[in-house]
């Protein structure tokens, strides 16, 4: 069993910053790559930003130069550090995570998304 949880959302002025965080627990022998996307009303989930194991990170357009994504792999944790918001970052975030578990077992975990509301 795997436990996918964000935590940071939330309602912020345009221009302003939230950090997302994002624990992983459960029966989990190594994480691989570990991620954010982010669905707005009305349009389909998009990745935000990808970090791999071994740091390398990638951003969509969008978020480029505003959104910075890190991970502290003893604490199976993968953080989205989100400044200058705009009205169209909008959107419910998602967790995904690339996982090895004890078992053997090769998968793909979502978390239950955490809102974030950008006013104007």
């Known amino acids: 069993q795997v436990q996918v949880v964000e935590s940071g959302g939330g309602l912020v002025q345009a221009g302003g910053s939230l950090r997302l965080s994002c624990v992983v627990s459960?029966?989990?022998?190594?994480?691989?790559?570990m991620g954010w996307y982010r669905q707005a009303p009305g349009k389909q989930r998009e990745l935000v930003a990808h970090?791999?194991?071994?740091?390398?990170?990638n951003y969509a357009d969008s978020v480029k130069g505003r959104f910075a994504i890190s991970r502290d792999n003893a604490k199976n944790t993968v953080y989205l550090q989100m400044n200058s918001l705009k009205s169209e970052d909008t959107a419910v975030y998602y967790c995904?995570?690339?996982?090895?578990?004890?078992?053997?077992?090769?998968?793909?975990?979502w978390g239950q998304g955490t809102p974030v509301t950008v006013s104007s």
């Open positions: 459960g029966s989990i022998r190594s994480i691989f790559t």
């Open positions: 970090i791999f194991s071994g740091g390398i990170t």
């Open positions: 995904n995570v690339d996982l090895m578990s004890v078992r053997g077992t090769r998968s793909t975990y």
